[in-house]
């Protein structure tokens, strides 16, 4: 158990629909990661967060948004769904914005139907 | 940009064969180098790293040593079990950026 939670475990929804992913960090830890995992793309960064604010930005498409909030839990937004969104996304989390390692929640499956 | 290219699986091995899973990589700067392993049904996990060149990272009888003046970073097990079934994926984390760059991952299967 790497201690970072991520609700739900799986989602299924339909196209153009908005769904919310939720992520909570490791205690201590200030930088929250989202990744995406798809059988044709693999394991692609998304977004970091650390303490609240935007770091970094990587594949992330405009249709996807991301926040961290006070209390350092992160959500991912996924809106205008479409088939190709489903995935694995996973969540990591890192003590400062400049970790070495990164520790991986369960992951949560999106199905768009 | 950064890059990681690991060997094609999926690999089968019989328990207690010698495992060898190829990783080279792309980067500028000085990466820190990962394998995390992935269970069925399960999340990534950190199985070892190396920060800088000529370093060895070790854990559960997997290892892989850092060489820069090949760019690899291949992980080695002397002696597979069953439960090492999974996939294998080796990363790197840039030295200007923090995200994770992943390989495509080896599925490795290991029969008893």
């Known amino acids: 158990d790497s201690g970072v939670t991520q609700t739900p475990k799986h989602l299924i929804t339909a196209t153009g629909q908005r769904v919310t992913l939720r992520c909570s960090p490791r205690s201590g830890d200030l930088s929250v990661y989202w990744y995406q995992q798809s059988l044709d793309q693999g394991l692609q960064f998304l977004i970091q967060?650390?303490?609240?604010?935007?770091?970094a930005k990587g594949n992330i498409l405009e249709r996807f948004s991301a926040q961290q909030f006070p209390d350092l839990h992160s959500e991912l937004n996924l809106s205008s769904l479409e088939l190709g969104d489903s995935a694995l996304y996973f969540c990591?989390?890192?003590?400062?914005?400049?970790?070495?390692?990164?520790?991986f929640g369960p992951g949560t499956r999106l199905t768009v139907t | 940009g950064d890059s990681v290219t690991q060997m094609e699986g999926p690999v089968t091995l019989s328990e207690e064969a010698f495992l060898t899973i190829n990783c080279t990589y792309t980067?500028?700067?000085?990466?820190?180098l990962f394998w995390y392993v992935q269970y069925p049904g399960e999340g990534l996990q950190l199985l070892l790293k190396a920060t800088k060149a000529d370093d060895k990272g070790s854990n559960k009888g997997f290892e892989a040593t850092y060489r820069k003046e090949t760019t690899s970073f291949h992980l080695e097990k002397g002696s597979v079990q069953v439960s090492d079934s999974a996939v294998y994926f080796c990363a790197l984390n840039g030295g200007s950026n923090y995200k994770l760059t992943f390989g495509k991952g080896t599925l490795l299967t290991v029969n008893p």
């Open positions: 967060y650390y303490n609240g604010e935007e770091r």
């Open positions: 980067a500028t700067g000085y990466p820190s």
């Open positions: 990591a989390s890192s003590v400062g914005y400049r970790s070495y390692e990164q520790y």
